[in-house]
T-cell receptor
Framework: EDQVTQSPEALRLQEGESSSLNCSYT??????LFWYRQDPGKGPEFLFT???AGEEKEKERLKATLTKKESFLHITAPKPEDSATYLC??????????????FGKGTHLIIQP | DSGVTQTPKHLITATGQRVTLRCSPR?????VYWYQQSLDQGLQFLIH???????AKGNILERFSAQQFPDLHSELNLSSLELGDSALYFC????????????FGSGTRLTVV
């Protein structure tokens, strides 16, 4: 079953129209929740790491928050250059010492001028 | 430029063939991770190497293998290629293992025909 679920799959906003992206996770033993931005044909670009419920981090128009079951990426007054796919990933305790990130399928965000 | 270098950028090969993808991590990073990104599966963790030693395996097929050399560059070997292996292959690096911001390369796009 999906351990990291992102919603919505796609979102189209007008420039300046604030919104939030959701990432819910069902893993236990969370060691970190990561947000990445990915532009077409490029590798994911690191945005934030959140480690514990209640933690918040901000960068320009983006703010990430974390609860025990989900994370939100809030986008305030977005600009067209914020258009990208936003990926959420978790790092958690798994058997065998596996420690790679488990990614959601992303939210494809389009900001129209 | 993220500092993680992947070559080649594009690769087209036939079914049944073998290819090698190369990754040079960011200067000073000891960990290298390999990920596969396909349209239907999203980003999937394949394998993690730390300072030359295999640390963890994810959803890596037996036809795939990897290694990390003394100069810390890594190679991902894909053999007996199938059409379904067509995907973007990303390498990421970090200073240590797990729980940190991973830096991704720009990927190798593999097309199997």
């Amino acid at each position: 079953e999906d351990q990291v679920t992102q919603s919505p799959e796609a979102l189209r906003l007008q420039e300046g129209e604030s919104s939030s992206l959701n990432c819910s996770y069902t893993v236990s033993g969370l060691r970190g929740l990561f947000w990445y931005r990915q532009d077409p044909g490029k590798g994911p670009e690191f945005l934030f790491t959140l480690y514990s419920a209640g933690e918040e981090k901000e960068k320009e128009r983006l703010k990430a928050t974390l609860t025990k079951k989900e994370s939100f990426l809030h986008i305030t007054a977005p600009k067209p250059e914020d258009s990208a796919t936003y990926l959420c990933a978790v790092l958690y305790l798994r058997g065998g010492g596996a420690d790679g990130l488990t990614f959601g399928k992303g939210t494809h965000l389009i900001i129209q001028p | 430029d993220s500092g993680v270098t992947q070559t080649p950028k594009h690769l087209i090969t036939a079914t049944g063939q073998r290819v090698t993808l190369r990754c040079s991590p960011r200067s000073g990073d000891l960990s290298v991770y390999w990920y596969q990104q396909s349209l239907d599966q999203g980003l999937q963790f394949l394998i993690h190497y730390y300072n030359g030693e295999e640390r963890a395996k994810g959803n890596i097929l037996e036809r795939f293998s990897a290694q990390q050399f003394p100069d810390l560059h890594s190679e991902l070997n894909l053999s007996s290629l199938e059409l379904g292996d067509s995907a973007l292959y990303f390498c990421a690096s970090s200073p240590r293992g797990g729980g940190h911001g991973y830096t991704f390369g720009s990927g190798t796009r593999l097309t199997v025909v």
